[in-house]
């Protein structure tokens, strides 16, 4: 049973089809009304390391671990990291923990979940400085997995862009990363969580669906 990884990344025991490209979109990174920044993907991360260095300066939150080592791997620093993978959780700590920073969140064009005015309404003083934009890559109807293949989702966009260039078929297992990402499959869909977010996780979890199959 063939496993497919939608990730950038190539991984053994899985099939590449990758679905995302990524564009940065900014000229610049303005970190002057800034003491935290706020990070929710690994790309954003290396977007900064781009557009300003000077962010590795910065104390930064991070969500997911892969977040947290491409921070950590560039020369920045985390000074904290939520236990779940959630742009929510992140918020609440943030209520918590940080209220009185001034923070900038470093983000895509589009997010899944509003941080902004979730802190805003909280009286958090966040700025926020798109700086990339995701995109799908497109694929011939002949590139589509086989019946009965088991479907790695890392994201909810890499769930749009499957959608867009295949459809779903009633045979496929899917694993994703979060319960953010499950939210948007199919509600008729064969679907397991992975016990940790990270795309190390979601592999063991479809090899082990893959010997039991």
Known sequence: MAIYLLSPLIKEHTEHLPMISFEIISDSLDLSRCDTLMFTSKQAVKSADILN????????????????????SLGGQVIHQPSSFYGKSLSRDIIDKF????????????????S?????????DIDEQMIYQTSCISYDISDKP?????IIFTSPSTIKCFMD??????SYRSVVIGEATKAHLPPDAQISVAQKATIDSCIETALELSSFS
């Open 146 to 150: 086989p019946k009965e293949s088991i």
């Open 116 to 124: 902004k005015s979730f802190l805003s309404k909280a009286g958090i």
């Open 165 to 170: 260039n295949f459809g779903w078929d009633e």
């Open 53 to 72: 260095p000077k962010w590795r300066d910065i104390p930064s939150l991070a969500i997911g671990s892969a977040t947290a080592k491409m921070i950590l």
């Open 99 to 114: 209220k009185d920073k001034k923070i900038l969140y470093i983000r895509p064009k589009v997010v899944s979940f509003d």
